[in-house]
């Protein structure tokens, strides 16, 4: 029975040892992550900033080229998903009106009519 107390205490101050290791002596460190690394919930809080910057200054090419940050994905589904997960979460109207701002937008968007810069 001695045996088994002390295996358990063994382990359990092992788990303690290694978690005391991993989150006071040397824990993990994210330096330049990728913001298609972010949640659901902070790609849609990115998303609204964009169309907020969006309205301020009216450059669709510049907004595109911030939610190219966020992945693969075109732009125009990254947002309409942003506009998905708000609906449910139960975002403001304002917010919602501006997302769906930068949607409308972005259907009539065409890359190759932009004028390139020199």
Same mark, same amino acid.
């Given at each position: 029975?001695t045996?088994?107390?002390l295996?358990?205490? /063994?382990?359990v101050?092992?788990?303690?040892?290694g978690?005391?290791?991993?989150?006071?002596?040397?824990?993990?460190?994210?330096?330049? /992550?990728?913001p298609?690394?972010?949640?659901?919930?902070?790609? /849609?809080?990115?998303v609204l900033?964009?169309?907020?910057?969006?309205?301020?200054?009216?450059?669709?090419?510049?907004?595109?080229r911030?939610?190219?940050l966020?992945?693969d994905?075109?732009?125009q589904?990254r947002?309409?998903?942003?506009?998905?997960?708000a609906l449910?979460?139960?975002?403001?109207?304002?917010d919602l009106?501006?997302?769906q701002?930068?949607?409308?937008?972005?259907? /009539?968007?065409?890359?190759?009519?932009?004028?390139?810069?020199?």
């Amino acid at each position: 029975m001695t045996r088994w107390i002390l295996f358990l205490i /063994t382990i359990v101050l092992g788990a303690a040892a290694g978690m005391y290791y991993g989150w006071v002596i040397n824990p993990v460190k994210y330096i330049d /992550t990728a913001p298609d690394s972010l949640r659901i919930d902070y790609i /849609t809080d990115y998303v609204l900033m964009v169309a907020e910057a969006y309205q301020a200054e009216g450059n669709l090419d510049l907004a595109v080229r911030r939610l190219a940050l966020l992945g693969d994905t075109p732009p125009q589904e990254r947002v309409l998903n942003a506009i998905v997960f708000a609906l449910e979460q139960k975002y403001i109207e304002a917010d919602l009106a501006l997302m769906q701002k930068l949607a409308d937008d972005l259907q /009539t968007w065409n890359p190759s009519l932009e004028i390139p810069y020199p």
